[in-house]
């Protein structure tokens, strides 16, 4: 890889983590509800990627669904997770998104796996029993529950999408905006009196972060990932994404002076060893699902 390109995919990474923390900041900072905060954003990236949408790719109905699960279903359940969790246990967490992803390619796609990737597998849910550990006894938060659900609705989304053809980046990006928003804005509507108000309440930073998130980090990180994707092989690209949960450690614990004590500093090595050992094997769906999971983080 060339100097210049790492250094866009270091960029990219760099834009994703920092996705994490924006999305942090607007929900438990200025108290903006998160399934408006996630409506918002992709009517933005809707917005943004129109002329792209049709016409639209077929199977239609499996179209939507995976929009809806790496869209909608994604972000919204990480955004209500991040209102309770930090930003550096969320990144850790959602790399379940990976085992997840590949248990389900075994299942649904057929995909046979090995030794090391089954000692992946592992390593990645010991890593993250790791850090939702309590001394006191065994407890998950409710926060890092809902991103163990948004890895889970990522990964249902990326093995799905394998199974459509001839879908661009750009085309994917205007159905996921499109299909998303609509539900999103629904459920806002019913389930977060106030939003509006909330949101006009968070006057320019909100703005900021909802333009940022939708188009710098969802369509023009995106665009340049799968540029990297199309130039490299994938199981040279998809390890070095590692970079994407490790700068968001850092910038929580920087920014939002997040807990990074021994049990978390083991949990966040174990479960990102696993995560290699699985990116860098042969693997249908990975190169997608860690664009999406990045980008939600």
């Not at 983590?17 to 408006?36: D, T």
């Not at 890092?144 to 990964?155: F, H, K, T």
Request: hydrophobic content about 55%.
């Amino acid at each position: 890889m060339s100097l210049r390109d790492f250094g866009l995919l270091a960029l990219v990474c760099l834009v994703w983590a920092s996705n994490n923390i924006v999305s942090k900041f607007v929900v438990s900072h200025l108290g903006v509800p998160p399934l408006f905060y996630a409506a918002m954003r992709f009517a933005v990236v809707a917005l943004a990627t129109l002329p792209w949408l049709l016409p639209m790719p077929r199977p239609r109905w499996r179209l939507v669904v995976v929009a809806l699960l790496m869209g909608g279903g994604n972000f919204a359940l990480l955004f209500v997770g991040l209102t309770t969790s930090t930003p550096s246990a969320a990144a850790v967490i959602g790399q379940l998104g990976v085992p997840i992803t590949t248990l389900l390619s075994m299942v649904m796609l057929g995909e046979k796996i090995h030794w090391r990737r089954g000692l992946g597998i592992a390593l990645t849910f010991a890593g993250a029993m790791a850090v939702m550990w309590d001394p006191h006894g065994f407890s998950i938060s409710l926060g890092l529950m809902y991103v163990v659900a948004s890895a889970a609705a990522g990964s249902l989304g990326a093995v799905m999408m394998k199974q459509i053809e001839g879908v661009q980046p750009l085309q994917f990006q205007a159905w996921v905006g499109f299909a998303s928003v609509w539900p999103l804005a629904a459920l806002s509507a019913a389930l977060e009196p106030g939003q509006l108000q909330t949101g006009l309440a968070g006057g320019w930073p909100f703005l900021a972060a909802v333009l940022y998130s939708g188009l710098v980090v969802s369509v023009g990180a995106h665009t340049v990932y799968y540029f990297l994707i199309g130039r490299y092989e994938a199981n040279l690209i998809s390890p070095l994404t590692l970079m994407t949960p490790l700068a968001t450690i850092a910038l929580g614990v920087a920014i939002f002076h997040d807990p990074f004590g021994p049990r978390m500093a083991l949990g966040s090595l174990i479960a990102l060893t696993g995560v290699l050992i699985i990116a860098a094997r042969r693997n249908h769906v990975m190169p997608l699902l860690l664009a999406i999971r990045n980008r939600a983080q």
